[in-house]
């Protein structure tokens, strides 16, 4: 049974940083892909940034410039750097893997950037 488990949320404000955490049960290269999601309250689910198994990556334009995804597999776990938050950030994120057809999620952490 593949978990994960994200930690690293928090209360930020504007302009500040936080590192995302995802603990996997299993090594994270096991995985063809790994991502991070965010929803925010009355809002749709929507991908944030993603990375393959060759280590290729992908970020919503939102995003791009301040967010950084990248994987440890020594650790089994992916990270979300976030870099100049802002108010739109405040979200819960949510860790996604997939391996085949087969997709598994996370519980979700809270990141709320405010001052």
């Known amino acids: 049974q593949v978990q994960l488990v994200e930690s690293g949320g928090g209360l930020v404000q504007p302009g500040g940083s936080l590192r995302l955490s995802c603990a996997a049960s299993?090594?994270?290269?096991?995985?063809?892909?790994m991502a991070w999601y965010r929803q925010a309250p009355g809002q749709q689910r929507e991908l944030v940034a993603s990375?393959?198994?060759?280590?290729?990556?992908d970020y919503a334009d939102s995003v791009k410039g301040r967010f950084t995804i990248s994987r440890n597999g020594a650790e089994k776990t992916l990270f979300l750097q976030m870099n100049r938050l802002k108010p739109d950030d405040t979200a819960i994120y949510y860790c996604?893997?997939?391996?085949?057809?087969?997709?598994?999620w996370g519980q979700g952490t809270q990141v709320t950037v405010s001052s």
């Open positions: 996604h893997a997939r391996i085949l057809r087969r997709n598994y």
């Open positions: 299993v090594s994270v290269f096991e995985f063809n892909a």
């Open positions: 990375i393959v198994v060759d280590g290729s990556t």
